[in-house]
């Protein structure tokens, strides 16, 4: 999946799921902070009516630059799409006149204190990378699984979104015991998942 945002195109605004307290888990479409760009993103960039400028999967280089033609260097980690966009059309206005530059991002990584956090269970919390389409499933294969005394089913995901903080439920017991992929819900750049502690 490719994020993609033009200079025409108008930002989308971010909203909070208005049934998260419910058992349901959200749709992968759901809106949260906009996606900044992170060091070993790839990106595509257009500049209409020029394609000879146009470049395909450049790596963001640890130092968070790219370089695409005529523009050497341009710092791309930390900003939205929309926002590079904006500055290399500004960048490659000096040589083309009004440029209509896209930015797509083919492949995700995300800042730096992006990733996605588990906490609680009785365990030391952890810290997983996030990866383009990551989900409930891959957090919990990757920490090994639930905590000893962990109370999975009372699990929940604290998401970020511009008009607060959202609480998701979801059922890790289910999903890991039973095979419930309904609670296999897709994971976003900074979110918390939080797995109480059983009393028993």
Known sequence: MSILVGLSVAPLAAC?????????????????????????????????????????????RPDGRIAIPL?????????TPQELGKDIAHKLSKF???????VIVDS?????????R???????PVAVPYVDHITVLDVMTEIGGLPQFAAG??????????????????????????????QDIPMLPGDVLVIPQTMF
């Open 16 to 60: 909070s799921n208005s049934g998260s307290d419910s058992m349901s888990p959200p749709k992968a479409s759901a809106v949260s902070l906009p996606y900044r760009i992170g060091p070993a993103d790839t990106l595509s960039v257009f500049v209409y009516g020029a394609p000879d400028l146009s470049v395909h999967d450049i790596p963001v």
């Open 71 to 79: 523009v050497p260097s341009i710092v791309a980690a930390g900003k």
């Open 96 to 102: 083309v006149r009004d440029p209509n530059v896209t």
């Open 108 to 116: 995700f990584h995300g800042m730096m204190g992006s990733e996605i």
């Open 118 to 124: 588990v906490i609680g269970g009785g365990a030391k």
């Open 153 to 182: 089913n009372d699990a929940y995901i604290i998401r970020r979104t511009a008009k607060g903080d959202t609480k998701i439920p979801v059922r890790l017991g289910a999903l890991l015991n039973h095979g419930d992929m309904s």
